[in-house]
């Protein structure tokens, strides 16, 4: 699976969005983009996925750039629940483990 | 909460004794996954099942024995451990053993005196 690379801490405003970068430079055509945050000392939980289309849910937006070398999650409105550790996974329809990585330990601030 | 729980949630065990962790879930899923998280380090995977079958065993210490007696139910048995193995044990449901996103328990913490 492709390496990826995330900023090791970022900090955003309550209430503001958060726009978290992964870069997968070396991401192949069959590997989708996952996401997934780990709050402290709780699981890992799924956030999104994609291929090559921007994606939305009910928790996040997944904006992938058109030649796919890096992505960016969006978290629209920031709140002190979204403190935690989010990692950005790039990974094969054939694989069956998820790398976690670092991540990003986002913190939002009152 | 992701439908899949873990008991118990933190276990403190003398390096002597046996215990085992459980894992459940009732979604459907045909794969479950064993990870262990130590402290400042990435998720590691130990153990895959699917189908209830054993897939895969990235190289785990025969001290960490894995049960899958059915496609919800999940188990570590673990004897003789050392103080190196404490870690925050994370157990994961997938609808399938290849490619689709995994639903994390809340995991057990482990501490091994």
């Known amino acids: 699976d492709a390496k990826t690379t995330q900023p090791t801490s970022m900090d955003c405003a309550e209430g503001r969005a958060a726009n978290l970068p992964c870069n997968h430079s070396?991401?192949?055509?069959?590997?989708?983009v996952y996401w997934y945050r780990q709050i402290h000392s709780q699981g890992p939980q799924y956030i999104i996925h994609g291929l090559k289309n921007n994606e939305t849910n009910e928790m996040a937006s997944l904006i992938i750039t058109e030649d796919r070398k890096s992505s960016t999650l969006i978290l629209p409105h920031a709140t002190l629940r979204d403190t935690a550790v989010y990692y950005c996974?790039?990974?094969?329809?054939?694989?069956?483990?998820?790398?976690f990585g670092t991540g990003t330990r986002l913190t939002v601030i009152p | 909460e992701t439908g899949v729980t873990q008991t118990p949630r933190h276990l403190v065990m003398g390096m002597t004794n046996k215990k085992s962790l459980k894992c459940e879930q009732h979604?459907?899923?045909?794969?479950m996954y064993w990870y262990k998280q130590s402290a400042k380090k990435p998720l590691e995977l130990m153990f895959v099942?699917?189908?209830?079958?054993?897939?895969e065993n990235n190289s785990v210490p025969s001290r960490f024995s894995p049960e899958c007696p059915n496609s919800s139910h999940l188990f570590l048995h673990l004897h003789t451990l050392q103080p190196e193995d404490s870690a925050l044990y994370l157990c994961a449901s997938s609808q399938a053993y290849l490619g689709t996103e995994a639903f994390f328990g809340q995991g057990t913490r482990l501490t091994v005196v």
């Open positions: 979604l459907g899923h045909n794969a």
């Open positions: 070396t991401i192949s055509g069959n590997e989708y």
């Open positions: 996974i790039v990974r094969s329809t054939g694989a069956n483990n998820l790398f």
């Open positions: 099942y699917s189908l209830e079958e054993r897939v």
